[in-house]
């Protein structure tokens, strides 16, 4: 359960978030929507304990800044990090270790899914950006986070990654994690999410349930709000 | 209409100047150099030697300073990441364009003087000494600036014409750079050779060195001792109008007009286009710049890097970072220490040798004036260590570890080397300046304390000012930081030695700055606990 109330976070005068609440559900896939600017990557930053704010975020029932809450945390950048001198067995090796997670097998599985095993001893600064993607996809989830934090996962990728990505989000929400994605990429999610927040200058301008009767279109909602054109 | 090139010099040009007066921190540092300026001139004035240096060891300075400059911008092919000839946008906007190669790179070549005349500005805070010892004025500092300038441009455009003619020729690169390492080399050996009967007598154990010193400047301020291309004619250029020498200034014209066109003709008549050899490096020049914006630290990874044994092998929780780091600086080419770290060591030993002699026996002092020199140039490369690099990457705040326990096994790696820094330099140094062994314990001992404070001070420097996105400003604020952290110390340590009885030498000093400087750090890494909690990584 990801739980946020109240988060607010300027950099000097800018209010770049101003008084989010949302809540994403066990099981449940959250997404995140809105222009360029919106505010998006900041209220993920947040989230992941990377910026300070006024409010406060749990992660299952813990604050996220604590130990308990980042060991149940998996977090994607929109820029894939990964580091120079440490091939892509090795970023995963460190993960495990920092993370104290014993399971080897699993993290083959995920590099084997998104077709990085063969590429197990390439340094990271031998990896092309899509690729370098895919690695901090694997370093975020081979630890098996309970609330996994998306930023424009599907830019750079291809079409096998963004099919096995699309299936990873599914198998998360069958296990009972909370996801939240980020995306400009609408037709995407359109299939799976659960829980829609448009964002527009640092607020939350809508936020729709999908009840599952497919009525809602995520592109139409999305230009009715932004741009106040009308759904078809 | 104005040309598209004529357009964008121009409209670049007036929008930095715009950038310059919107932006206050610009405007500030501009102006406080300006100052530096003012203040480096007038802080010399009236201080001139009754009877200046003749101007011929001015011109074999000039030389030697514009030959060193030449062969580092050929080394770095004369496109260097730091100064390309054309940057991204230039090469995605202006290369596609349906505008002549040549045109393009008499653009980019116009661009490449203007910021060697940049450079060179930097020069002008040498006005205060050359005043001082060779008399000159104002128009002859702009004359060295001027032919440092034009020194550069010849050598960026003799890189480049390198390049266009090697390009697809794979050897033909290093076959060059053989030759031109073959070249000085053999000139180095010349000159050597011309001034045996003058340095003989020092290898011998004599002690005058200017018989030795004259003969040099004599050999490089003239032909054919200024022959060495580029830098040896631009030196005769500047040298001529100094001394009034009109065939050494005609000479130098003569020569760098005739290599100008030469290498127009070169460039001109090349099939291949230049368009591919500088995409890399405007590639790797805006990927720094990006960086700079974003405020952070570039690593500078060796071109091949040898994978060799793969695993981190060791770490659980926190301590994996030191475990990575090692593999990383394994990967880097660092063995025990760094290059900087390398370098900086050997400068120490030149200079603890330089103080042997000329402190007249006073073995402590010569270890305080070594050990001082180590310490100053310890604040650059303190800040080099693979902490500063992970704080930009988002796993050591995600960890679920407790953020003093992840602060200190990420500057572990640091300490450590900093620990056999400190052995490697301070043994030798002993040795050097004949210092005894509770002497040299004691320094070593007071560089690590040293070392411990600088890396506290760099921790404090990220948790106070982390969010200022000015890379000079943010050096500003860590080496401020550092002096005043160090203040207590060396006031310990001074209090230390007047205590003391004066058989104790230095080792008060050293004692004292060690007794302070411990609870200092790790009082500052208590205080700083939290740097991991929060990234703000928008805000570097």
Redesign the interface.
Known sequence: MLSISGVTKK?RKTVANDNISFAVGDGQIGILLGPNGAGKS?II?CI?????FTGRIEINGAVN?S?????Q?G?I?EMP?V?????V??HL???R????VEDEAYTRRLLERLELWDKK?K?G?ELSKGMQQKLSIC?ALCHRPRVAIFDEPLVGLDPHAIKELKAIFRELKQDGASVLISTHMLDSVEDYWDVANIMIGGRFAATRVNDGSGSQDLEDLFFQITEGGDAK | MKSALGYLTLTKLKNQIKDLLRSPAKLVYVVGMAALLVFSVLGRSGQELEEPLPMYMLTAILALFYSFMFLLVLATGGNSAKTPMFTLSDVTMLFPAPLHPHRVLAYGLLRQLGLSLVMALVLVFQYGWLQVLFGITWQDMALIILGFAICIFLAAFCSMAIYVRSSGKENATGVLRVCICAATVAYLLWALWMCREQVLPLLSGGKDYMPAVEAGARLFSSFPGLLFPVSGWTAGIVGGLLSGDTALLLGGVGLCVLLAVALSLLVATSKNNYYEDVLETAEVAQSNVTAQKEGKVQEIVPKNVKVGKTGLGKGWGASALYYKHRVENRRAGVFLLSNMSLLFLAITLLVSFGMSRSMDGDVGAALAATFAMGTYMQIFSEALGRFNRELIKPYIYLMPEPPLKKLLYAIQETLLADCIEAVALFIPVGFIVGAGPVDVALCIAARISFALLFTAGNVLVERVFGMVSSKVLVMFFYVLALLVLSVPGIAAGVAAMAVLPESFGMAGLFLGMVVVNIPVSVLVLYLCRNLLQYAELNGR
């Open positions: 950099y900041t930053k992941t304990g990377l910026l300070r800044t130990s308990e809450a980042k060991r945390l977090y950048p990090a580091y120079d001198l440490l091939t067995e090795e090796e460190f993960i270790r920092a993370y104290k001893d340094l600064k370093c």
